[in-house]
């Protein structure tokens, strides 16, 4: 199978992702089969056109092919890259281990929130939930639950929430919270924070207090 990682707004159509897993199983296709096998798709021409023009998909004497660009070294690729690859290939394997190091700063403080994540953003982190919420893309089923803690919250607003309550781990191993608070609650479900009692937190990532760095490594 075919996947697509990082899709633009063209490759995010389901008929795309459709027609490139149909293509290498079907040997010169016509524009007429296509039809008779995809009778739900409106537009269809215009679609193909489109994908032609991209050079996702090549035409002659009325046939068409796949030429997608897969992946063959997972090495070449940066994070939020948009891939192509074959999930029976060693390449997807491989990319599957890669890891990532995000940085996320902010405009009310100094603060920089480190953290390490795979090439799909699925894990929990706060740099890939707002990735997956800027870019539309849907969230692992461990981002819904912070989801369901902070919902389509924006990224500035809560980072100074968040940034200035880690701050006060600067002079203190404990802070307390007396009243509840979804960016305290989000920072723990982030495995930023631990609860020690009702209305206390201590610090579970490393703090770097001279370059303000907070590095959480927790996969």
Known sequence: ?????NPDKLTRQSFFQ????????HDE????????DFPEIPKLDRAIEDYVQAGYVARQDKRYT???????????????DMVFVDTHSPAYDNLLALTFYTQLANVTNQVILEEKTDFARSQ?????????????????????????????VNQEYALKYMTAFLLKFERKAV???????IFVQALVLL??????DEQSYGLKIAFDREKLIFSNDLF
């Open 18 to 25: 459709e027609l490139i897993n149909y293509l290498p199983m």
């Open 124 to 152: 929990l982190t706060m740099s890939n939930y707002f990735h997956k919420l800027r870019t539309a893309l849907p969230l692992s089923p461990d981002q819904e639950k912070l989801y369901a803690i902070l919902g389509d």
């Open 175 to 181: 802070v307390k919270q007396k009243r509840p608070d």
């Open 66 to 80: 796949l030429t997608l660009p897969l992946l063959e070294k997972a090495e070449q690729v940066s994070l939020d």
């Open 191 to 196: 495995g930023y924070l631990e609860q020690i």
């Open 1 to 5: 199978m075919i996947i697509t990682y």
């Open 29 to 36: 296709v016509t524009l007429r089969q296509i039809k008779r």
